[in-house]
């Protein structure tokens, strides 16, 4: 970016004075092209050249599928600050508080009630932002007041996992939160309520492992990286050469674990379309 640096921004202060901002510009990691920030945002953090998705805000997902009006936040349990008293580099405690600080949020994910086109709906949206996403005690206890709003309001439930996986800062309590959320789920099958996962990039380790793969339709943004243990630890592990595209949303479509891949600025009609479907509405 030496060029953006020392020739291009130079020119524009030239133009219009000192107060042009140090980063105007983000570089597409899949085309290589520099975008302006306001193009990127008025384009739901989608590149304008090759439609690479970019990661949202928990507040900018939020904005792109709820219905403006009436949004309720679900309060759920605090946990223990540090079962463990872990500590690597830095205790586990300092990297909550750092965490938030820096996130403004309490912990990994956000629930929310409201409406996808007029459709009443609970969801739980991972804040990668928190950790890498990470599921500790405190997500497990999001994803069940969830289900459990959602089962108390007769509505559907729905999931958009971000998440690098379990917090190994909480050893056994983390994985726990694995057949945790599994029975939440199970309760909303029994009730004949749809379950439906929106998995963005990435959707790994623990959290693929249990309730992100157990939707009763699976949509996925387009490239997102949806795995267990990430492609360059697999070739390690067995010294092959993975497929092209492996572990992306269309090979997991093409292979029959992911039913749609949409992209952005269609899921909200894709979300709401279902909805409408698997509760038998009309759909406009």
Known sequence: MNWLTNFVRPKIRALVGNDVPENLWKKCPKCEQMIFHSDLASNMQVCTHCGYHFRLSVQDRIKSLFDDNDIVKIKYKSQLEDPLKFKDIK?????????????EAADAVVVVYG???????????????????????AVGEGFIAGAEFALKKSCPFLVVPCSGGARMQEGIFSLMQMPRTVVA???????????????????????????????????????????????????????????????????????????????????????????SILTHKKIN
């Open 185 to 275: 789920t199970n309760k909303l099958k029994e009730a004949a309520l749809p379950y439906l996962v929106l998995l963005t990039n990435p959707t790994t380790g623990g959290v693929s492992a249990s309730f992100a793969m157990l939707g009763d339709i699976h949509i996925a943004e387009p490239d997102a990286l949806i795995a267990f243990s990430g492609p360059r630890v697999i070739e390690g592990t067995i010294h092959e050469k993975l497929p092209d595209g492996f572990q992306k949303s269309e090979y997991l479509l093409k292979h029959g674990m992911v039913d749609i891949v949409a992209e952005r600025k269609d899921l909200k009609n894709t979300i709401s379309g279902i909805i």
């Open 91 to 103: 205790r586990y405690s300092d990297r909550l508080k750092g965490a938030r600080e820096d996130s």
């Open 115 to 137: 409406r996808i086109n007029g459709n009443k709906c609970v969801a739980v949206f991972f804040n990668f932002d928190f950790m890498g996403g990470s599921m500790g005690s």
